[in-house]
């Protein structure tokens, strides 16, 4: 049992901020066909011992999509080796706003390049 907590926990430890992103490069916001970290829809990604916490927000209040991003982001995170709970915090400060957070390459998809 010992050893089955100290395998999980060294999986969660190599759970970094980065690792968890390109996960969530898996998520695609279905109304503008991008992921939501290019989107720059993911504001925070901390690991706390295999809970991982998001602060992450969305395209506009009202997207239709809401449950759907945060039950994906949640789906996606618990396959991971290591991950016990996912906390997702929707944040509305600062607002999204795409000339600002997309990446590039979600700049050029989305007209604004």
């Known amino acids: 049992m010992t050893e089955n907590l100290n395998n999980q926990n060294q999986q969660s430890n190599n759970l970094d901020a980065e690792t968890l992103k390109e996960?969530?490069?898996?998520?695609?916001?279905?109304e503008i066909n991008i992921n939501i970290v290019d989107l720059g829809l993911v504001y925070k990604v901390e690991n706390k011992d295999g809970d991982?916490?998001?602060d992450m927000t969305l395209t506009s209040p009202v997207c239709p999509f809401?449950?759907?991003?945060?039950s994906e982001t949640i789906r996606i995170l618990k396959e991971l080796p290591g991950v016990k709970e996912v906390h997702i915090n929707i944040v509305w400060d600062p607002p999204w706003n795409p000339w600002e957070m997309a990446s590039e390459e979600a700049k050029l998809q989305l007209g604004l390049l």
């Open 23 to 30: 996960q969530l490069k898996q998520i695609v916001d279905p």
């Open 52 to 54: 991982i916490l998001i």
């Open 66 to 70: 809401g449950e759907v991003v945060k």
